[in-house]
């Protein structure tokens, strides 16, 4: 994403890697038979897509220009604590005192993060404030619209979901990805690497995602969000050339604690 942001601009990089996932996704959804299905389900489906893949991609495409990969990755291990705060304030389901303690870890390893970056966080042009807003946003799309999948999408097949909500999100980006278009034409490196995101990482992931939500619900799903700090440190530090320091490895781990506790994984003793 990084690399393709680079070339491409959030905006587009964001419409790009919807459509490619719609259109990854597409024959399947008709050898499965399922287009019907879309067309039962299409006012559930499609604006789901937006929260759940419109408007995270654009601020994660944003963030990633100025923030490292791994820095990125590591807020958007949040997803579950605001996972667990929308069940609380959504679904009335108080977090009890494990879950609460885990909220209150969670953020402050997040807010330490952002604190602590070098440079210190700044709202200035170039700075990375907003791109730390930006993951933030993120993560909250992201656990309102797997809350949202789960309560109001049960009923739906998993191909129909994954396949309309990038079809919904392509139709919203439409407009501001061709507007934003870059003015010099992109590298073969960018394409590749949007082809990349967009099919392996949005197509096919989002079918296994959501097949993951039927099966096991919406707060152990987003405990996936667990592994791509570590995944994403090691391929920024090996393709990229980006440095993870003691202090973000700490405040790291106190996030993935706050969102083990967060999510019930984990239970303090009395």
Same mark, same amino acid.
């Given at each position: ?78 997803? /579950? ?7 609380? %304030? ?27 970056? /070098? ?41 129909? %979901? ?72 090691? %391929? ?12 973000? %490895? ?21």
């Amino acid at each position: 994403m990084r690399m393709t942001s680079q070339e491409f601009g959030s905006w587009s990089t964001a419409w790009l890697r919807v459509s490619v996932a719609w259109l990854t996704l597409l024959p399947f959804l008709l050898w499965q038979g399922q287009a019907h299905s879309l067309g039962l389900h299409w006012k559930r489906v499609l604006p789901m897509g937006v929260v759940n893949s419109g408007i995270p991609f654009i601020c994660y495409a944003y963030a990633v220009m100025s923030i490292t990969t791994g820095l990125s990755s590591i807020l958007n291990s949040t997803t /579950p604590l605001f996972g667990a705060l929308i069940a609380w %304030i959504w679904f009335k389901q108080h977090p009890g005192n494990s879950r609460g303690v885990g909220l209150l870890i969670g953020f402050a390893g997040a807010a330490l993060l952002a604190l602590t970056m /070098p440079g210190g966080v700044s709202f200035k042009a170039g700075g990375s404030g907003w791109a730390v807003l930006a993951c933030l946003l993120a993560t909250t799309c992201y656990g309102l619209s797997t809350h949202y999948s789960q309560r109001f999408l049960s009923d739906v097949p998993t191909m129909t %979901i994954a396949a309309g909500s990038q079809l919904g999100a392509s139709l919203v980006l439409a407009l501001p990805g061709i507007w934003f278009w870059p003015d010099q034409w992109p590298s073969d490196n960018a394409w590749w690497s949007l082809l990349m995101i967009g099919v392996v990482c949005t197509g096919l992931a989002y079918v296994l995602y959501f097949r993951l939500i039927a099966k096991v619900g919406a707060a152990r799903t987003m405990t996936v969000t667990y592994l791509i700090p570590l995944s994403a440190n090691i %391929i920024g530090i090996v393709f990229l050339n980006e440095v993870i320091t003691t202090w973000v %490895i700490l405040c790291a781990a106190m996030i993935l604690t706050g969102t083990a506790l967060a999510a019930g994984l984990v239970k303090l003793p009395r």
